[in-house]
Structure formats: structure tokens, C-alpha cells
């Protein structure tokens, strides 16, 4: 069987790795390009300024022997007779370095050559000196370069001609550019030195400021693995202004909005339990023990089933109320008038009961709330007055500003609340001495005021009445 093997691309096989280990082979990885850039441009330029300099040496071998030629024999003092002796007296004279030779060329044979303690022999290159000998009889100066078996020399021939009848001579000097470019060799072994430290360097460096700076992102991290589905109550730290804080500001952000969803799911469960159980229990209790035979018995079990199926209505319809409170779109804001919604306010809670409606002050102002929303807490509140009062006693709503904040009330002549019991009838399942209601009113109240940035106060005694308001911020302009 023909095994395939599986191509896995490159970002992919990086994919599982930690990231500090990708960033710091990144950073690495680029270091190590640049560096290595800049070492082929150290040795481009070092060969570059060893071939500058070898010409320029040899172009003073060119002058020293053209001066040379213009002087006098020393040994006669005459003119030079004959190439041989201006070519022996320049190789006499030649000062060579370690990597520099010299040596003349006549009629096609090597004649004179370096004094023996010279290291660097070319005429023992018979390469070299096959490619030369060409040279010597052209008319000008030639410079070249030529690769042997041992060498790379870079030369130059400078024909000699003193008369015309004489045979074809020149000087040949020549520099092992392999010698000068070795003269090098330790500034380049400094640098790799130089530049394996500086990787090892910048690694340790980059390792400890990648782990400072990932330090927040594990935080966040940790802090995910630790919430669960019963405790999403941990945040995250937040310290400095940097872009992983902003992050954590992000993270700690979602994690209050999925908080206050689990939280109202939570309570939306409890309150379901808690208020639904016992309409259904009558029910049922009732509908297993009814006697189909009795048609009284019948007509009074149905009216029970459905008081408690209307109970039931107005339990979900203020359970949806009290869930849909904690979303960010409850409210639908619209300029309002508060004298158009006070009359209006008054004229519906005249329908609650028969009691003695008053209109206690008006507030003269717009500003920005949803109508809908308050209308409804306010009749609430009417609602509770009428429940907890006697017939044809006064409940009075009234409107006003009060030191820059909107307050909206409500009061009555009923049996009034202790003050042990102000914060409780606000609470969820509470209900009053009489026993009706589902005991969300208050609480809905509370939360309506609670989203438009406001709150509920109560001002009540045992037997004196009971004055609920609302209070509100104002947004808009007064009219």
C-alpha cells in the first residue's frame, strides 16, 4: 500500500505554539536576517576596500617603475642599455608584502624573480604564467584578476620597451587576494562572535518583556478558567492605560452583561417556581376532586380555574416585566410632557376604585423618558393606594421639580407601612395585610424608576397613610 504523506503549511505547524515562544522566534528570526545582512555587507565591503587597496598599491608599482626607467642606470650612469637590467634593478628595489610578488617576463620565459626570502612565489604558477605571458607584448598597462589552482592573484603588467628592436619584456606584479581577504578573517570572526551573543541577548530580553507584557493576557486567561456556570462573579484586574488593559476592560464589560443575564434568568426561574406553583396546585386540586354529576359544583370550580388562569396572566405578564428590565432596549425614550402626562395619569387612575381623586401640583416641564414605562409605574403605585385604602378616602398624585430632579407621587389615607417594613414592600413576593396582588408591583416600580436612572422613596407611618415617589433626572429643557 502507497502511503501518502500530509503537506501541513508552515503558519499551521507555528499555530500550536505558545506565543511568546512565536514572538520570540519572530523577533529572533528577524534579528538573525538583519544581522546577517549587515555581515554579507561587512565582507562585500571589506573585499571591496582589499581590491581598492591592492590597485592602488599596484598603481604606485606602475609609477616607482616608470621613474625608475627615467633615471639613469645606477651601475653605469648612463641610460639603461637594455631591458634586463631596468627590469632586474626594479625587482631589486620592489618592497613586498606577505601576499605580493614579483617577477619579469622576456621573449616569453621568466628571467628575474624575487629574492628568495620572498614567501609568495608566482613563478612557480605555471597557470598564472601561461595567461600572462600574452600580455607582455601588448602596448599598455594591463590589470586583471585570474583564479588558479592555489591562488587568486590579482595583477598587473607593465610592458618595458626601451628600444624597438629588442624582444617583448614587462613587469609582472602580483597579490594572493585570498591572503589580503584572510587579513580580515578575525574582524569577521569577532562579528559572528559579536552577533551569536547579541541573538542570545536579545532572546533573553525578548523572553522576559514578552512574559511581562502576556502577564495581563494570562490574567485574562486564568480568570476565564476559573469562572463557571455558578460563579461568574471574578473579574479581572486592570492596571495602566496599554491596549491589553483596555482588553481586560473589554473582558470584566462582558462579563457583568453575562452576570446580570444569568442573574435575571436565575431570578425569572425562582419567581416562576415560586408564584406559578400555587395557582396550579389549586387548580389541578380542584379539577381532580370536581364532580362532573353537580352542575353547581362545576360552574364554581370553572370560575376558580379561571380566576387562577388570570392570576397566572398577570404573574407572567410582570415576571416578562421584571426579565425584560435588565436588557440595554427596555426603554424607548421620547420627549414628554409631564403636564399632558399627569392629567392623563390622573384621568386613568380614576378608574381604580371609588376613592376621592386629587391633583396635588403640576410640573411644568419636558423631558426625556418612556412614557409607556412610567404611565405604567405610576398607575402601579395609584393602583396600591386604592388596594390599601378605604373607600372614599383621598389618594392624591401630583408632579413636580425638586432640586433638579423630576418627582412624580402618589398618596393616600390607607393603614400606611412602619418604618421596619419601607425597604421590604419593595422586594419581590411581598404583599400587603389584604393578600392580593402577586407582589411584584412595587418591585416593578422600583425597577422602572431604577432603569431611567432614578429611584423610589417612601414616606409612610403606621396608620397615617402612605406617600410613594418617584424621582427622576431631567433631560431636555424646562417649559
Do not use: C
Not at 457 to 478: K, M, V, Y
Amino acid at each position: 500500500m502507497t502511503r501518502l504523506s500530509t503537506y501541513v503549511p508552515i503558519r499551521d505547524r507555528f499555530a500550536g505554539l505558545p506565543v511568546r515562544a512565536r514572538v520570540i522566534a519572530a523577533v529572533l528570526g528577524l534579528t538573525a536576517l538583519a544581522l546577517a545582512v549587515s555581515g554579507i555587507v561587512v565582507v562585500a565591503w571589506g573585499r571591496a576596500a582589499t581590491d581598492r587597496r591592492v590597485l592602488s598599491e599596484q598603481q604606485l608599482a606602475v609609477a616607482s617603475l616608470r621613474q625608475l626607467a627615467a633615471e639613469a642606470d645606477p651601475q653605469t650612469g648612463q641610460p639603461w642599455a637594455s631591458t634586463t637590467a631596468l627590469l632586474r634593478v626594479a625587482i631589486q628595489r620592489a618592497t613586498l608584502a606577505p601576499s605580493e610578488g614579483v617577477m619579469a617576463i622576456e621573449d616569453g620565459e621568466v628571467t628575474w624573480t624575487a629574492q628568495a626570502g620572498v614567501p609568495l612565489r608566482p613563478e612557480n604558477d605555471e597557470a598564472l604564467v601561461a595567461a600572462l605571458i600574452p600580455l607582455v607584448s601588448l602596448d599598455t598597462v594591463t590589470y586583471g584578476r585570474i583564479s588558479t589552482a592555489q591562488f587568486d592573484w590579482f595583477y598587473v603588467v607593465v610592458p618595458v620597451h626601451l628600444s624597438s628592436s629588442q624582444s617583448p619584456a614587462a613587469l609582472v606584479r602580483v597579490t594572493d587576494i585570498r591572503a589580503e581577504a584572510g587579513l580580515h578573517a578575525p574582524i569577521y570572526r569577532a562579528y559572528a562572535i559579536v552577533a551569536t551573543a547579541s541573538l542570545a541577548v536579545i532572546g533573553l530580553i525578548i523572553w522576559l518583556v514578552v512574559g511581562r507584557l502576556l502577564h495581563p493576557i494570562a490574567v485574562v486567561r486564568e480568570t476565564a478558567q476559573a469562572i463557571t456556570e455558578s460563579d461568574i462573579s471574578r473579574r479581572i484586574p486592570v492596571t495602566g492605560h496599554d491596549d491589553v488593559s483596555a482588553l481586560a476592560e473589554t473582558v470584566n464589560s462582558m462579563l457583568d452583561r453575562l452576570e446580570d443575564s444569568a442573574q435575571g434568568q436565575r431570578q425569572l426561574l425562582d419567581d416562576v417556581g415560586h408564584e406559578l406553583r400555587t395557582p396550579l396546585t389549586i387548580a389541578r386540586g380542584n379539577l381532580e376532586l370536581l364532580d362532573f354529576n353537580d352542575p353547581a359544583e362545576a360552574i364554581q370550580t370553572r370560575d376558580l380555574v379561571i380566576s387562577e388562569m388570570d392570576r397566572m396572566r398577570r404573574l407572567v405578564d410582570d415576571l416578562l416585566t421584571l426579565a425584560r428590565s435588565r436588557q440595554p432596549h427596555l426603554l424607548h425614550l421620547q420627549l414628554t410632557d409631564l403636564v399632558q402626562l399627569t392629567d392623563e395619569t390622573l384621568s386613568k387612575a380614576t378608574s381604580l376604585g371609588d376613592r376621592q381623586w386629587q391633583l396635588d401640583s403640576v410640573a411644568e416641564v419636558s423631558t426625556w423618558l418612556d412614557q409607556q414605562r412610567i404611565s405604567q409605574a405610576w398607575l402601579q403605585l395609584a393602583a396600591n393606594a386604592v388596594q390599601y385604602s378605604d373607600p372614599g378616602s383621598v389618594v392624591s398624585l401630583g408632579s413636580a421639580v425638586d432640586k433638579g430632579e423630576l418627582r412624580l407621587w402618589v398618596r393616600d389615607e390607607g393603614q400606611g407601612i412602619g418604618p421596619a417594613d419601607h425597604e421590604r414592600v419593595f422586594s419581590r413576593h411581598e404583599r400587603g395585610s389584604s393578600g392580593h396582588g402577586t407582589g411584584l408591583g412595587l418591585a416593578i416600580v422600583r425597577t422602572i424608576a431604577a432603569s431611567h436612572g432614578g429611584s423610589v422613596e417612601l414616606d409612610s407611618a403606621q396608620g397615617a397613610g402612605s406617600t410613594f415617589t418617584i424621582r427622576l433626572p431631567i433631560r431636555g429643557g424646562q417649559g
